[in-house]
């Protein structure tokens, strides 16, 4: 996590010494119900304790001025003037926020903003959503608006889809926004509801595992993926009429008219349909504290990304594989988007070092790449951050 005097010192340094409040929004990983969000299927992720801070004082004008810590960059735009439209621009996901904010009516005061964040980007853990969802917290409660968390979260969500040119799902941003320390979140991504469920990591670690291969979801074969599946489901429809998406398809229906699918969209939808049946049982697991049921449905997942879905890579396959190999692993798959990332592990704390030594040397060793290992508790949804207010000044120009 960034420790919010880092946050205020930088922001004092670039900025000057100024009255500012402080927000920050976890970055995620996905225990399970992977590509089954933008399927209106079901999900089971967590926050983690990795995050994107930002720290903001008020201006006279509209424009919102950004520092970002990581790119040692400033840059700026006027909500009063239009999008510029610069493609692959870091501020876009910033921007994008504060324009779908304003079509909504929300009018937003200008800000300068110091945003830092420590959420690994590409690595499968939602570093945009982390932002986006910060960012929407901190204008809105910068120009004392009051939107829920649910709003924000799909507002994320729409700034991936309109300023990034990716078609992610709500998940990202939802758990980001919503998550509950301790906790994962179920979330049913066709009505939002959602429930906290209690993640007992007391003899169980949750262990990220980074592939450091790196991927970008708006340049990748994942809006394929989404495509495919939209595809799927109108040939289904010829037979199956009342479906919306395939979270409406079960596997009895998707054997029965297999063969009028081309063999390669009926993996992709066979994928969705078992994954949201292992997402459901996963959470059953979980509230049943059945943790080594939760691990061999995580197993399944990844064969089913792999085999079906085709969105791992080697560097994925060979650290689940090598998790597979030791002792006091409960669980492996990939998480997030694929074709790169991390994968999710649940390891029994006694083997935690062992784990750790194992991955990082037969990594090494099949890949000439070091792989970054995070361990993480299940964190909290986005909040404000302030404690102690710095001096007060007039805002600036």
Known sequence: MIHREHLTRKFVEIFGNREMRCFRAPGRVNLIGEHTDYNGGFVLPMAIDREAAIAASIRNDRKICVFTVNLDEMAEFDLDNEWAGKKGFWLNYIEGVARILERKNIKLQGV????????????????????????????????????????????????????????????????????????????????????HLRLDTTDTAVVICDTNVKHDLATSEYNTRREECEQAVERLKDYLPDIRQLRDVSITDLEKYSDKIPEVIRRRARHVVTENQRTLKAADALKQGDLAGFGRLMWDSHKSLRDDYEVSCRELDILVDIALRLDGVLGARMTGGGFGGSTVNLVKREHLEQFKEEMQSEYLRLTDIKPTILVSDAGEGASEITEVQSSKSEPLL
């Open 112 to 195: 300068d903003m110091l945003v830092w964040s420590d959420v690994p980007a590409g690595a499968g853990l939602s570093s945009s959503a982390a932002l986006e969802t910060a960012v929407g917290l901190t204008l809105t409660q910068m120009s004392n608006q009051t939107v829920d968390l649910v709003t924000l979260a799909k507002i994320g969500q729409q700034t991936e889809h309109e300023f990034a040119g990716a078609k992610v799902g709500i998940m990202d941003q939802f758990v980001s926004a919503n998550a509950k320390a301790g906790h994962a979140l179920l979330l049913d991504c066709r009505s939002l509801d959602y429930e």
